[in-house]
């Protein structure tokens, strides 16, 4: 009976030394990571219509939001960045001087900049506590 006790504290010891192990905290899952429409057409500074279908945003100065990101999960607190911006017709530095990306990954940019008239396609990096994913080539903003 002794022996029995030994064996059976000795088995419990082992199996709670092997089953604590460095675990990551949490998750992220991005595979259905998507925006509906992936699509933000704004104007430029130079074809902004003052005096017709923009002056309601013009007289406010409200700026160009896009629709937030949909299909992301995970622990708390996720944080979102800008990772790559592409153009074959425009310039990705100044977009990237003025794009914005808030927590649920909704993109702003000021009513006035200075992007040149192009194609810009955006790819984000969402991270967490011990995750981080990439989501490449996610959204495209047209400048006109």
Known sequence: M?????????????????????????????????YNPDTLVIK???????????????????????????????????????????????DPDKLWEVLEVRGDGTFEIPLQHDVPVGRYVISLNFKNEGYSKDVNDCFTIIVK
């Open 44 to 90: 430029s500074k130079n074809s902004l219509d003052v005096a017709g279908e923009d002056y309601l945003r013009a007289k406010w100065g409200q700026p160009w939001v896009s629709t937030p990101i949909e299909g992301v999960e995970g622990t708390a607190q996720i944080i979102v960045s800008i990772k790559n911006i592409t153009s074959t017709s425009g």
């Open 2 to 34: 002794k022996r029995l006790i030994i064996l059976l504290v000795i088995g419990t010891l082992t199996w709670f030394t092997n089953g604590c192990q460095d675990i990551t905290v949490g998750y992220l899952l991005t595979k259905s990571a998507n």
